[in-house]
């Protein structure tokens, strides 16, 4: 039996996200390596009988080098089995997958890439923040925030120029940093900004401020995304609609909405693989 390699995206967190392929896949893997990142509902539906290792980086340790997650990709495949790469969010997106590609390509290993959806969309659906708005966004940029502080305000100087929506992956805790290089790049200290901390998952944190008050942003548990741009705005007016709408076709439905933290000002709105 020839082996092969799934890059599978694991999404954001809630495992309602994951594709109707990933699950089929996580189902009937015999091997899945995953990143840490990886919410444990997900990682709830891998086949009990599966080998599973966590192969994840986080906050800029690592547990295991790059070369060596490629070698078990590589060496599972080779042996005859089915092997999933469990990344966290979309596998193209951030996710080391142009490296991973390389190595089974080199080794002539046959390989799937299966979609998920990535962190900025699954933050921002879960927000209410519609990421472009004709009237105010038509640019949408991701980021990474490791990236985003080696930029130079002349470059993200033509975000704030375009009225771009920026995503930054990954912040970090230094938003007095993050708030100067925007404000030097052109970006207005009113912006509206929205940091999403563990997106889609039943402990969501939404922080909304704006570029001058970055500085202030509490300590939210990791993983955190920011969104900078006048999208941002319309958030608080969508859950508002969100609930409200739900209640009133259903008074006894339980509605949850996303946990909001306090900001300093008021913005508006089993198969056989083949």
Request: glycine fraction near 8%; charged fraction near 20%; charge should be neutral.
């Amino acid at each position: 039996m020839n082996g092969k390699v799934y890059l599978v995206g694991a999404g954001p967190g809630d495992p309602d996200l994951l594709t109707v392929r990933a699950i089929r896949l996580l189902h009937a893997a015999q091997v899945v390596l995953h990143d840490d990142l990886v919410s444990p509902d997900v990682l709830n539906l891998i086949n009990p009988s599966a080998e599973v290792q966590n192969v994840g980086k986080r906050c800029g340790r690592k547990t295991i080098r790059q070369e060596e997650i490629n070698f078990l990709m590589v060496a599972g495949a080779a042996s005859g089995l089915q092997v999933v790469r469990l990344k966290s969010g979309d596998p193209l997106i951030f996710g080391r997958a142009a490296e991973e590609i390389e190595a089974l390509r080199l080794a002539n290993i046959e390989y799937e890439i299966v979609p998920g959806v990535t962190a900025a969309l699954g933050a921002a659906a879960a927000a209410g923040i519609p990421l472009t708005h004709r009237q105010v966004s038509s640019t949408l940029v991701l980021t990474a925030g490791h990236r985003a502080l080696e930029n130079s305000e002349d470059g993200w100087g033509k975000f704030a120029a375009a009225k771009s929506t920026l995503v930054v992956y990954m912040p970090g805790a230094d938003y007095r940093e993050v708030s100067r290089r925007l404000a030097a790049a052109g970006f207005a200290p009113e912006t509206p900004c929205a940091i999403i901390s563990r997106a889609t998952t039943p402990a969501q944190q939404i922080y909304r401020t704006t570029i001058s008050d970055l500085v202030r942003t509490p300590a939210l548990v990791p993983p955190t995304l920011l969104v900078v741009g006048e999208v941002v705005r319309f958030a608080q007016q969508n859950f508002a609609e969100e609930g409200t709408s739900l209640l009133a076709l259903e008074p006894n439905l339980p509605v949850t909405l996303p946990r909001i933290v306090a900001s300093p000002v008021n913005l508006r709105p089993e198969e056989t693989l083949s």
